[in-house]
């Protein structure tokens, strides 16, 4: 027997509950935060957008052009000097729009004096003309002729200058003004006592020319300049735009208000470059710490990965791709689904869909679809002819022909052939253009031939093989038959002939209705599988092993339930571990029955096992095999219930799941249905391999779509990301 993996392979415990569900999202509105008016006077604004021909009133706008309108935070929409993150001037004005006036000057209302000697009096700091600094409010007192007091009467800076016998000869005193461009100087007491004039300072000019200098030294700078300290705008970007004209080298120039600073996210363009919070905004173009990613289907985090790192100990992240529904009513579309190679060239797997209709006599005839597997679009279909009512009903696929390109298999159960027979068939179809390159039919009239299929495009006796199901109708006996097939160069056509073909007693009625090639053995050899059992004797039903060559019987697996009639209802193959899936639904008749699903080696030893939720349950009527989701094993596998409870509650039914698991037991997978009668997890398929967003495709039948009279099924897409 091949090597097994190294997974462990303990007895396995029952599952205790399902989470998850679809989750149908909802879209929603938001109502600007400006008025809005209506002509219906019971109508909010939030009706407005429902009502034809509302008039919405006034759009906010952005009047002044600085990035902020009215509606929003700008204080005032008529000057482009007054916004949000403006620089606070000495203007009276809230230029920052922040509720504060003039906050940026808290010397404001202090008290000051003005004038010298007599002429000194008191006022308070206020903003000075030209809206940038602050001056003393006060207005100097007038001066009289000066007198021997040690007063400065005529407030000139000096004490006594010209009153005869007041000073001392040769006695200096400071002299003058030190206001603006005046320096004080030194006046000298003469042989009189007479301060003499005022020797070696500056005395203010007579006028004040534009330098941005207090030349009068009168307090005020520029003050002879009219259009100082009025605002202007540089021509610059961002907040460097807004500024003042001031004298500069005797010119009027208008300097900006801020000066370029580092560029913030905060909308405002600190740099004054042109570009606003360049350089500032996280990798999802937004201000503050990046979102965490969660399990949502999003690129949270904006690193080009899309649900990296949101598993969490129990369950793999899994969001909704999408979801197809069948075209034809009647057509159970997800009867039987296949993963496929990408069809339309957007790097994701796609999906193979088969909607069988009913049952022969029916004028319902069946389809194939094959779908978008990054979300669910339908990308082609393909219409069975009025004999091929069951079309879909087993999917299979190989590269027959070894062109690098998979055939469709695709069964055909009830299919009218000649003589009016309905024999059953196996239609091989070339991939995306549904080209019939081969049609196999059945020997037996009401014989099922094609309910089960699958091949393999090498096997050791042959280049190719296909393995059809035969399952017992009408008292016939059920059969599994192995062909060779060949390709005719001339044609393009495949040949078969059949290598070996097993019956089934009068009794085994269910044998075919499953079959499966496992992969080759340490010696190349393959093994298949089929279902050997009935549906009316006291024998469970069993799965043998035989040999691909010949048919020989090489080893059978019995139900580890009593009485389980329907052992093998499903059975998933890996295709390099000599290890499947093999399901049970629930038996008829048998008590409390919960349909199980079990993951067992060749001679039987079980790996995993899986139990209905309650009681009722028909899991494992689907099973799928797959590489590894969790990092802590090598395998997943997954089992379908599609109808849940039924049987046990018809008066209060539940959805049906699908519940996937590693091959230590480890949960990774919880799906529900959304409603009891849609047989969601009637057929599963899941891919090995990442698709371009790092996800992995698991697909779910659903063939009886609920709420519709006349169903058309539906197929599910889920995105699963590994560890």
Not at 380 to 408: F, K, M
């Amino acid at each position: 027997m091949p090597p097994r993996p190294r997974a462990a392979r303990a007895a396995s415990a029952l599952l205790a509950g399902c989470v998850g569900g679809l989750l149908v999202g909802c879209a929603g509105g938001e109502t600007p935060g400006g008025g809005v008016s209506s002509p219906r006077a019971d109508a909010s604004p939030q009706d407005a957008s429902r009502i034809p021909g509302a008039d919405m009133g006034p759009v906010c706008q952005d009047a002044d052009g600085d990035g902020h309108s009215s509606c929003e935070d700008d204080c005032d929409d008529t000057s482009p000097f007054v916004r949000p993150g403006a620089r606070e001037l000495c203007n009276g004005v809230d230029d920052d729009c922040n509720g504060r006036v003039d906050d940026g000057y808290p010397r404001l209302g202090e008290r000051c004096t003005a004038g010298t000697g007599v002429c000194e009096t008191e006022g308070g700091i206020e903003c000075a003309p030209n809206g940038v600094d602050v001056r003393c409010g006060a207005v100097p007192g007038e001066g009289r002729p000066e007198t021997c007091d040690q007063v400065d009467e005529d407030c000139d800076g000096t004490v006594d200058e010209g009153a005869l016998a007041c000073c001392r000869p040769g006695e200096q005193v400071p002299c003058g003004s030190s206001t603006g461009a005046c320096e004080q100087g030194l006046t000298t007491c003469d042989e009189n006592g007479v301060f003499g004039e005022c020797q070696g300072g500056r005395g203010p000019a007579d006028v004040d020319v534009c330098n941005g200098i207090d030349d009068d030294c009168n307090g005020l700078t520029d003050d002879a300049v009219p259009e100082a300290g009025a605002p202007c705008m540089t021509g610059a970007e961002g907040p460097c735009g807004p500024g003042t004209w001031r004298c500069e080298s005797r010119e009027l120039t208008c300097l900006p208000l801020s000066v370029p600073g580092t560029e913030l996210c905060n909308g405002v363009d600190d740099d004054c470059d042109g570009e606003v919070d360049e350089g500032a905004r996280n990798a999802c173009g937004e201000c503050g710490a990046l979102p965490p990613e969660t399990c949502n289907g999003t690129d949270d985090d904006c690193d080009g990965h899309i649900d990296e790192g949101t598993a969490s100990d129990e369950y793999v992240c899994t969001t909704p791709r999408g979801r197809f529904d069948g075209r034809i009513e009647g057509g159970r579309a997800g009867l039987a689904v296949e993963i496929i190679a990408d069809q339309n060239a957007d790097g994701f797997v796609d999906v193979l869909v088969g909607a069988p209709g009913p049952p022969s006599p029916s004028d319902v005839s069946g389809a194939l679809y094959v779908v978008s597997g990054r979300d669910g679009r339908l990308l082609a279909q393909h219409g069975g002819a009025p004999q091929d009512g069951e079309l879909g009903s087993a999917l299979a696929l190989a590269d027959l022909d070894g062109d690098g390109r998979d055939e469709w298999l695709v069964g055909i159960p009830d299919a009218v052939t000649a003589g009016g027979q309905s024999r059953g068939r196996v239609a091989v179809f070339e991939a995306g253009t549904f080209r019939e390159r081969l049609s196999m039919v059945g020997n037996l009239p009401s014989g099922r031939f094609g309910a089960s299929v699958d091949a393999v495009s090498e096997a050791p006796e042959g280049p190719a093989v296909i393995i059809v199901g035969q399952p017992s109708y009408s008292g016939q006996r059920g059969r599994v038959a192995l062909y060779d097939v060949t390709l005719d160069e001339g044609s393009g056509q495949f040949r078969h002939a059949p290598r070996w073909e097993v019956l089934g007693g009068a009794a085994l009625e269910t044998l075919g209705s499953t079959v499966a090639i496992g992969p080759p053995d340490d010696f190349g050899q393959r093994e298949v599988l089929f279902v050997h059992g009935d549906d009316g004797s006291p024998q469970d039903d069993e799965i043998v092993l035989a040999g691909a060559g010949d048919g020989g019987t090489l080893g059978r697996i019995g139900s580890p339930v009593p009485s389980q009639r329907t052992f093998g209802t499903a059975l998933g193959v890996h295709p390099l571990y000599p290890v499947f899936a093999v399901g049970a639904w629930s038996a008829p008749g048998v008590p409390n029955a919960r349909g199980a699903a079990w993951l067992a080696w060749p001679d039987g030893e079980i790996v995993d096992e899986m139990q209905g939720i309650a009681p009722g349950d028909h899991l494992g009527v689907a099973t799928v095999l797959a590489d590894r989701l969790r990092g802590d094993a090598e395998l997943t596998w997954c089992a379908g219930a599609p109808t849940s409870a039924l049987d046990a509650e018809p008066a209060n039914p539940r959805p049906g799941y699908v519940l996937c698991r590693t091959e230590s037991g480890a949960s990774v997978v919880s799906l529900a249905g959304a409603s009891p009668s849609d047989e969601f997890g009637r057929a599963l398929a899941l891919s090995d391999t990442d698709d371009p967003d790092g996800g992995r495709l698991l697909v779910v039948g659903a063939p009886a779509e609920s709420g519709v009279v006349a169903r058309g099924g539906a197929v599910y897409l889920f995105r699963l990301v590994p560890e």
